[in-house]
Nanobody
Framework: QVQLVESGGGLVESGGSLRLSCAAS????????MGWYRQAPGKERELVAE???????NYADSAKGRFTISRDTAKNTVHLRMNSLKPEDTAVYYC??????????WGKGTLVTVSS
Protein backbone atom coordinates (compact mmCIF):
# COMPACT_ATOMS: atom_id res chain seq x y z
CA GLN A 1 0.00 0.00 0.00
CA VAL A 2 1.37 3.35 -1.05
CA GLN A 3 1.57 6.05 1.58
CA LEU A 4 2.93 9.56 1.32
CA VAL A 5 2.70 11.25 4.69
CA GLU A 6 3.44 14.95 4.93
CA SER A 7 4.45 16.76 8.09
CA GLY A 8 5.90 20.08 9.18
CA GLY A 9 3.17 22.48 8.22
CA GLY A 10 1.85 25.11 10.56
CA LEU A 11 1.46 28.80 11.23
CA VAL A 12 4.44 31.07 10.70
CA GLU A 13 4.95 34.80 10.45
CA SER A 14 5.91 36.47 7.21
CA GLY A 15 9.66 36.13 6.71
CA GLY A 16 9.82 32.93 8.73
CA SER A 17 10.83 29.42 7.75
CA LEU A 18 9.36 25.95 7.74
CA ARG A 19 10.64 22.54 6.77
CA LEU A 20 8.16 20.12 5.29
CA SER A 21 8.82 16.40 5.19
CA CYS A 22 7.20 13.59 3.26
CA ALA A 23 7.71 10.00 4.34
CA ALA A 24 7.08 7.55 1.52
CA SER A 25 6.29 3.87 1.74
CA UNK A 26 5.07 1.30 -0.74
CA UNK A 27 6.78 2.95 -3.70
CA UNK A 28 10.10 2.43 -5.40
CA UNK A 29 11.51 5.64 -3.97
CA UNK A 30 14.81 5.33 -5.78
CA UNK A 31 13.20 5.59 -9.23
CA UNK A 32 10.39 8.06 -8.55
CA UNK A 33 10.53 11.78 -9.09
CA MET A 34 9.32 13.36 -5.87
CA GLY A 35 7.59 16.70 -5.81
CA TRP A 36 5.84 19.25 -3.67
CA TYR A 37 2.71 20.90 -4.94
CA ARG A 38 0.45 23.41 -3.25
CA GLN A 39 -3.13 24.54 -3.52
CA ALA A 40 -4.34 27.83 -2.14
CA PRO A 41 -8.04 28.51 -1.53
CA GLY A 42 -9.84 29.11 -4.81
CA LYS A 43 -6.79 28.28 -6.87
CA GLU A 44 -5.56 25.28 -8.82
CA ARG A 45 -2.91 22.97 -7.51
CA GLU A 46 0.53 24.03 -8.71
CA LEU A 47 4.02 22.62 -8.71
CA VAL A 48 6.36 24.11 -6.13
CA ALA A 49 9.45 21.96 -6.58
CA GLU A 50 10.46 18.51 -7.69
CA UNK A 51 13.55 16.35 -7.52
CA UNK A 52 14.48 13.44 -9.75
CA UNK A 53 16.09 10.17 -8.65
CA UNK A 54 19.42 11.69 -9.73
CA UNK A 55 18.70 14.76 -7.55
CA UNK A 56 18.11 17.14 -10.41
CA UNK A 57 15.73 19.82 -9.19
CA ASN A 58 13.06 22.01 -10.73
CA TYR A 59 11.42 24.95 -9.00
CA ALA A 60 8.48 27.18 -9.68
CA ASP A 61 9.54 30.77 -10.23
CA SER A 62 7.82 31.71 -6.98
CA ALA A 63 10.01 29.23 -5.08
CA LYS A 64 13.39 29.92 -6.64
CA GLY A 65 15.89 31.35 -4.20
CA ARG A 66 13.65 30.73 -1.18
CA PHE A 67 12.78 27.03 -1.18
CA THR A 68 15.06 24.00 -1.32
CA ILE A 69 13.93 20.46 -2.07
CA SER A 70 16.01 17.48 -1.04
CA ARG A 71 15.63 13.74 -0.81
CA ASP A 72 17.01 11.10 1.51
CA THR A 73 16.91 7.79 -0.31
CA ALA A 74 18.04 5.85 2.75
CA LYS A 75 14.97 7.10 4.66
CA ASN A 76 12.53 7.32 1.73
CA THR A 77 11.92 10.93 2.65
CA VAL A 78 11.74 14.17 0.73
CA HIS A 79 12.01 17.57 2.36
CA LEU A 80 11.09 21.09 1.39
CA ARG A 81 12.89 23.84 3.23
CA MET A 82 11.00 27.10 2.88
CA ASN A 83 12.63 30.39 3.84
CA SER A 84 11.45 33.99 3.62
CA LEU A 85 7.86 32.87 3.63
CA LYS A 86 5.20 35.25 2.36
CA PRO A 87 1.45 35.36 2.97
CA GLU A 88 0.96 34.26 -0.65
CA ASP A 89 2.71 30.99 0.22
CA THR A 90 -0.31 30.07 2.34
CA ALA A 91 -1.70 26.82 0.96
CA VAL A 92 -2.08 23.13 1.51
CA TYR A 93 1.18 21.50 0.46
CA TYR A 94 1.03 18.04 -1.10
CA CYS A 95 3.73 15.46 -1.62
CA UNK A 96 3.77 13.73 -4.99
CA UNK A 97 5.54 10.69 -6.39
CA UNK A 98 5.59 10.02 -10.10
CA UNK A 99 7.31 8.01 -12.80
CA UNK A 100 6.64 7.64 -16.51
CA UNK A 101 3.64 5.51 -17.57
CA UNK A 102 2.28 5.24 -14.01
CA UNK A 103 -0.40 7.22 -12.22
CA UNK A 104 1.10 9.62 -9.72
CA UNK A 105 0.63 9.19 -5.99
CA TRP A 106 -0.41 11.97 -3.65
CA GLY A 107 -0.28 12.57 0.06
CA LYS A 108 -3.16 14.10 1.99
CA GLY A 109 -1.42 17.43 2.42
CA THR A 110 -0.19 19.67 5.19
CA LEU A 111 -1.42 23.20 5.75
CA VAL A 112 0.99 26.11 5.72
CA THR A 113 -0.32 29.44 6.90
CA VAL A 114 1.83 32.55 6.68
CA SER A 115 0.58 35.54 8.62
CA SER A 116 1.36 39.08 7.55
Amino acid sequence: QVQLVESGGGLVESGGSLRLSCAASGINFSVDTMGWYRQAPGKERELVAEITPGSFTNYADSAKGRFTISRDTAKNTVHLRMNSLKPEDTAVYYCNARRPFFFPYWGKGTLVTVSS
